[in-house]
């Protein structure tokens, strides 16, 4: 069983948002090392995957074997609609709602909301945060 870590707060909570925010710049500072850390990896990457995609096939095969490792050649159908109003119509017409994912837009709901519009069947679920902004 682990056992939950007892964190020590600071009384005042102008103190605890300061350690908030060196907190946020730690993360932040650790974040940009990391991706500049990575960044020429992930080129590499890139780059080595795309010609094992390019030249794998050319060479009429289905994959590569390595001393460490296999690539395979994967291949997977994914939609992309090229006319919205015919897919609109369509999953209209045959009630193919399915072929929706189930979220909606926050922008376009903010939007209505702000204009004093209602959308049935939905209703405001107010999300808690907390913004934390560095004081100049």
Same mark, same amino acid.
């Given at each position: 069983?682990?056992?939950? !870590?007892?964190?020590?707060?600071? !009384? +005042?909570?102008?103190?605890?948002? $300061?350690?908030?925010?060196?907190?946020?710049?730690?993360? $932040?500072?650790?974040?940009?090392?990391? *991706?500049?850390?990575?960044? #020429?990896?992930?080129? *590499?990457?890139?780059?080595?995957?795309?010609? +094992?995609? $390019?030249?794998? #096939?050319?060479?009429?095969?289905?994959?590569?074997?390595? !001393?460490?490792?296999?690539?395979?050649? *994967?291949? @997977? @159908?994914? #939609?992309?609609?090229?006319?919205?109003?015919?897919?609109?119509?369509?999953?209209?017409?045959?009630?193919?709602?399915? +072929? +929706?994912?189930?979220?909606?837009?926050?922008?376009?709901?903010?939007?209505?909301? $702000?204009?004093?519009? @209602?959308?049935?069947?939905?209703?405001?679920?107010? !999300?808690?945060?907390?913004?934390?902004? #560095?004081?100049?």
């Amino acid at each position: 069983m682990v056992k939950e !870590k007892v964190w020590k707060f600071p !009384k +005042l909570l102008g103190t605890c948002v $300061d350690r908030l925010e060196t907190l946020q710049t730690k993360m $932040d500072e650790l974040t940009t090392e990391y *991706e500049a850390a990575t960044a #020429p990896l992930k080129e *590499e990457f890139k780059a080595l995957e795309t010609h +094992l995609i $390019d030249t794998i #096939p050319k060479a009429k095969l289905d994959g590569a074997l390595g !001393k460490t490792a296999m690539a395979t050649i *994967e291949r @997977s @159908s994914v #939609p992309n609609v090229t006319d919205w109003v015919k897919f609109r119509a369509y999953v209209v017409k045959n009630e193919a709602w399915e +072929l +929706l994912q189930k979220r909606t837009s926050v922008v376009a709901f903010r939007e209505r909301w $702000d204009a004093k519009q @209602s959308v049935p069947g939905v209703e405001v679920f107010v !999300k808690i945060g907390l913004k934390l902004k #560095p004081r100049k």
